[in-house]
């Protein structure tokens, strides 16, 4: 299988703090990793793609100095929230990219659970 | 840019009857692949059916199937035989054959199934 673990899936802190969330790929190599944003009863937005060794690339409207996308390793990507306010309370959710040859596996994304994030 | 619209935000269907959910989408690539996910409350995303673009057979995965019609870029999913644990946030989305982009997804449709 292809196990991607995110952690933490539940975090409240108050505005004005920073907050790490860890996406994790447990039984494959991810060169790619992505980061997704959904809103109560909406669509899963892309935020930003995050390249092993290489600096992430974000989608237009997304602050890349508020989301700061680390990918030092070929099984883990973080996103940290920096300076984080209620408007940022919100689903995050990271998927891993698995390669197989010059193609891809079954589901060339596979999503870690979630972290819900709520900022008071 | 590649858009995916789903028209449907709610459907309902009674239990064991089929349903068929609606998905087209706009691109001007000719190698790209697209996908159902199921998003039950957890919201955990699961993967429901795909679909190769250069496959001209559609896809089937036990009681779902989908009618793949590239040149109209429709891809809708039919579920037969709805079951209870049918019930969920349904997501298509494409994602493109160059790998270098994530996903992109419809807003969703709501399916509730009726006992």
């Known amino acids: 299988g292809a196990v991607v673990s995110q952690h933490p899936s539940w975090v409240i802190c108050k505005s004005g703090t920073s907050v790490k969330i860890e996406c994790r790929s447990l039984?494959?190599?991810?060169?790619?990793m992505f980061w997704y944003r959904q809103f109560p009863k909406q669509s899963l937005m892309l935020m930003a793609t995050?390249?092993?060794?290489?600096?992430?690339?974000?989608e237009q409207g997304v602050e890349k100095d508020k989301f700061l996308i680390n990918h030092a390793s070929l099984t883990l990507s973080t996103l940290t929230v920096t300076s984080a306010h209620p408007e940022d309370s919100s689903f995050y959710i990271c998927?891993?990219?698995?390669?197989?040859?010059?193609?891809?596996?079954?589901?060339?994304?596979?999503f870690g659970d979630g972290t819900r994030l709520s900022i008071l | 840019a590649q858009t995916v619209t789903q028209s449907q935000p709610e459907m309902s269907v009674q239990e064991a009857e089929t349903v068929t959910l609606s998905c087209t989408y706009d691109t001007s690539e000719s190698d790209y692949y697209l996908f159902w996910y199921k998003q039950p409350p957890s919201r955990q995303m699961i993967l429901v059916i795909r679909q190769e673009a250069y496959k001209q057979q559609n896809a089937t995965e036990n009681r779902f199937s989908v009618n793949f019609q590239k040149a109209a870029k429709s891809f809708s999913l039919k579920i037969s035989d709805s079951q209870l644990g049918d019930a969920a946030m349904y997501f298509c989305a494409y994602f493109s054959g160059g790998g270098a982009d994530g996903l992109t997804f419809g807003k969703g449709t709501h399916l509730i199934i009726q006992p």
């Open positions: 998927s891993a990219m698995k390669r197989t040859g010059r193609g891809f596996s079954n589901q060339p994304q596979h």
């Open positions: 039984d494959f190599q991810a060169t790619t």
């Open positions: 995050s390249n092993e060794g290489s600096k992430a690339t974000y």
